[in-house]
């Protein structure tokens, strides 16, 4: 296998194609779309979970081993295929160890290794196979894990949402690296700006490519502020409705005025888990969007509005909001630690309870007919995926690792002059479930998590964030709706511990699924 190289030109030509304008849905009068937005989406819903990659849970769809008591999926005979684990890839693959199924028994794993430079390194110039001996977990005894997939028997809710709603196969996280970068990316395509500009292992070059905690956060150590705007600000500017809302964000005391966020749950191991973690709340890292001291919103109503709350939420205001017909336009949900799908803590089975109780609820209520839920992921946790993304953003500093020591490819970098922005880094899941969703369908067009970003910005007619951000490059979510029709206020209500289909409640059409 010949190594990667980019040229210039090669750059250059896939920034002017990116760059594109590539929203081209057209309204019509049957659409009964309000002015403020493109599409009929009036609420968007982010599900933001951690560490997966997509091989890890989509590798082998839509076929599941079935083995005996576990429980069962059976794909419709019109899915579509993925770029998944073929037969060579599963049975001669060029890593060191083939990749094996995790069963439900195994659902709680070792954390696997998901730093900057390693991903780079386990990309080896673009082939794929050094994940076992660069980024394989420290605390696995057994390092081939790392290559290791789960099925429709253990992400089985996953697998039925991919079935009836839309699912891509081709999105990335924007840059290499772990749960900040993602995050941060997510809200701003951005994570250059850091304040302190060096933090060994998390900022370099003024870029996070680290778990550095925000500043601005009673509940964090303290480490790092960002400059510039984020989604957020933007949509202040637009006085839109929005919120970031967080498991275990609502403290449970205070020590002399500061906020401590001393919640806990017990994942399916028995292990008891500290709900909220700092660093995975992007809008504290900003001063204009931060709550410092976690207050609660003066009101129902004033949820998703500008008050001491300033948008930062628990994830209990999100359904005081929904229960008061008070849905945000844009709302963020990061589920509490321990159903947040991160190894080593959490897991699929308890990430499972997590979006089918959360899906199931909105599907309940009246806002559901112009609502989208997206379910994206902040980093692959090292997880093999034998796909490699393209590279759009370059970077040569001391923390680069991909095509050389030092390197990430060979030119300058392209957006904002930033370094260490090397991207697009792992393939993860992204899966849009919404009444407008396409059904059973795969799209595979190149997006990333500045995607939803983008997408963000053009419904709500926002504009771009600038200064560098990923958006400009960013591919459209839009090929997996279908807005021609009209709401087709399709629901499918899963059972939150196996994720089998159950029988629908409320108005709205029945899926007849043979999936189970």
Not at 67 to 92: C, H, I, M, W
Not at 387 to 405: C, E, H, K, P, R
Request: aromatic share 10%; glycine share 8%; hydrophobic share 30%.
């Amino acid at each position: 296998m010949k190594k990667l190289a980019f040229s210039a030109g090669a750059v250059l030509c896939l920034l002017v194609a990116l760059t594109v304008p590539v929203f081209t849905y057209a309204a019509t009068k049957s659409d009964n779309r309000p002015d403020t937005t493109t599409t009929p989406i009036q609420h968007l819903v982010v599900i933001f979970q951690e560490n997966v990659s997509f091989d890890h849970y989509f590798g082998t769809y839509p076929t599941a081993q079935n083995k005996p008591g576990e429980t069962r999926f059976q794909a419709s005979k019109d899915t579509p295929s993925v770029n998944g684990l073929n037969e060579a890839l599963l049975n001669y693959n060029p890593n060191l160890s083939n990749p094996q199924r995790l069963g439900p028994s195994q659902a709680l794993t070792c954390d696997q290794d998901h730093s900057y430079m390693d991903e780079q390194k386990a990309f080896d110039h673009g082939l794929m196979d050094k994940f076992v001996e660069s980024v394989s977990g420290g605390s696995c005894p057994d390092k081939t894990i790392v290559m290791d997939y789960f099925d429709g028997n253990t992400v089985t809710a996953l697998w039925n949402y991919a079935q009836n709603f839309a699912m891509n196969d081709n999105s990335y996280g924007t840059t290499f690296g772990p749960s900040t970068p993602g995050a941060l990316n997510l809200i701003s395509g951005q994570t250059h700006g850091a304040t302190p500009d060096t933090l060994p292992n998390s900022v370099v070059n003024g870029s996070v490519i680290g778990d550095p905690d925000p500043i601005y956060d009673d509940c964090s150590t303290k480490k790092i502020g960002m400059t510039g705007k984020n989604i957020g600000d933007v949509l202040n500017s637009k006085n839109m409705t929005w919120g970031w809302f967080q498991g275990g964000f609502r403290p449970t005391s205070t020590n002399n005025g500061t906020a401590v966020c001393g919640s806990t749950h017990t994942n399916i191991g028995g292990a008891t888990i500290t709900d909220y973690s700092a660093h995975h709340e992007p809008f504290m890292y900003y001063a204009s969007t931060a709550n410092p001291h976690h207050l609660p919103p003066t009101s129902a109503n004033m949820i998703g509005k500008t008050d001491q709350a300033n948008h930062q939420y628990d994830l209990t205001d999100f359904w005081t909001a929904v229960s008061n017909n008070n849905l945000p336009a844009v709302s963020f949900l990061k589920a509490a630690s321990y159903q947040d799908g991160h190894a080593g803590y959490s897991d699929p089975l308890d990430e499972q309870t997590f979006l089918v109780n959360t899906i199931n609820q909105l599907e309940k209520s009246p806002q559901w007919k112009n609502t989208a839920v997206v379910i994206a992921y902040d980093d692959s946790d090292g997880w093999y995926d034998h796909q490699m993304g393209t590279i759009l953003n370059q970077s040569q500093s001391g923390s680069d690792a991909f095509t050389d020591a030092g390197l990430c490819g060979t030119k300058a970098p392209v957006l904002g002059g930033y370094q260490d922005r090397c991207g697009y880094g792992p393939r993860l899941p992204l899966l849009v479930i919404s009444p407008y969703a396409r059904h059973n369908s795969v799209d595979h067009t190149l997006t990333d998590q500045s995607s939803i970003l983008r997408f963000i910005e053009d419904n709500w007619k926002l504009g771009r964030i600038g200064d560098g951000s990923y958006d400009v490059l960013a591919g459209s979510l839009v090929n997996m709706f279908d807005f021609s029709n009209g709401s087709k206020n399709e629901r499918l209500f899963l059972n939150p511990k196996t994720g089998q289909v159950v029988p629908s409640q409320g108005k709205g059409h029945d899926w007849d699924s043979d999936n189970n």
